[in-house]
């Protein structure tokens, strides 16, 4: 099969198609003919050698895909060759098939085609766990979204608002202003001219804060927070290293949580899949959540998918597209 690794750290040139063994599907796992995947903040990382795969992964990048089933382990129940799926993966998404266990796969949601599926388990997953698993935002709760009109950051601005949320979200364009506002967003913050945390303070805080940009946020978030308020750090784009006011922090008896999607154990992530499939997939099949393809780029070029990711000119995911396959 052809896959794509970053054999030594660099830019997106660093990244070369190979051609390695099919995968085998071990016990507990499946292997998904891949149609699709998706290009995500952690690959650039990973390319860049700050974030290598989790012990016995592959070198292979990716952390999402649909596809269909090609092969079934022993011990999977539920799953059968010609199934189309997606899936959250700990590698191997960059590729023409990855095997993965059974419980980090899920059916396509209702009235999403089989390709543009590649682009939702990792900001699904991420967006559910940690806003509603960790976080617990409630229906009469505000969500303040980092980058709203990125992969991750559109998803949540739409399932906050489908569940009831109010949502205030940070961007950098009018155009990508624009998209916030029409996924749902009840105020979209232009991070260059405005100060997030005015206006937040004049919604009377932030319930929970879902942030991509780490240290270089850290002492406002905490300003912007309301009482009992929640952040939740789930990416490094500005540092990871800050100092935090912690008697702001204990005044407004809030919590900051950082966590890592990727390095969860298996059960956790199907735990997390689970969920998702309960809870997430009926309002993608109604309507109320939409997903966003920016670009499709073949996998024989993921240089130019990073190229485009680091531009930061795009609204919504990339896809990696397998040719011959849709």
């Not at 099969?1 to 507990?28: Q, S």
């Not at 100060?195 to 942030?211: P, Q, R, S, W």
């Not at 800050?242 to 008896?253: F, H, P, T």
């Amino acid at each position: 099969m052809r896959a794509v690794t970053a054999p030594e750290p660099g830019g997106p040139e660093a990244l070369k198609v190979n051609d390695l063994p099919d995968p085998e599907p071990g016990v507990g796992e499946v292997v998904i003919e891949i149609v699709a995947s998706a290009v995500n903040r952690a690959d650039m990382l990973q390319r860049q050698g700050f974030y290598p795969a989790p012990k016995g992964a592959s070198d292979v990048l990716g952390l999402e895909c649909s596809g269909r089933i090609s092969a079934v382990g022993a011990a999977v129940e539920g799953w059968a060759v010609g199934d189309e799926v997606c899936a959250l993966l700990s590698h191997g998404g960059y590729a023409e098939k990855v095997a993965v266990p059974a419980g980090q796969v899920m059916p396509i949601p209702g009235g999403v085609e089989v390709k543009s599926a590649g682009g939702i388990p990792e900001v699904a997953c991420t967006v559910w766990s940690n806003v509603f698993m960790i976080a617990g935002l409630q229906p009469d709760e505000t969500l303040l979204v980092h980058g709203g009109a990125g992969g991750i950051g559109n998803f949540a601005i739409q399932l906050a608002k489908a569940l009831g949320a109010t949502v205030l979200t940070t961007a950098g364009s009018a155009e990508k202003l624009e998209l916030c506002e029409s996924l749902g967003a009840d105020r979209a913050i232009n991070y260059h001219h405005e100060n997030f945390v005015e206006v937040l303070k004049e919604h009377g805080g932030a319930d929970v804060i879902l942030d991509n940009m780490g240290a270089k946020y850290l002492s406002r978030n905490v300003d912007a927070l309301a009482t009992e308020g929640r952040l939740v750090v789930i990416g490094m784009q500005g540092g990871t290293k800050a100092e935090v006011d912690l008697g702001m922090l204990m005044g407004k008896r809030g919590a900051v949580i950082a966590t890592s999607l990727r390095a969860r154990p298996p059960e956790e992530k199907a735990a997390i899949c689970a969920s998702v499939v309960e809870h997430v997939w009926p309002l993608i099949a109604e309507g109320k959540v939409r997903t966003f393809v920016h670009e499709e780029v073949p996998l024989e070029e993921p240089w130019r998918a990073h190229e485009l990711m680091e531009s930061g000119s795009h609204s919504g995911k990339i896809l990696l597209t397998v040719a011959g396959r849709s």
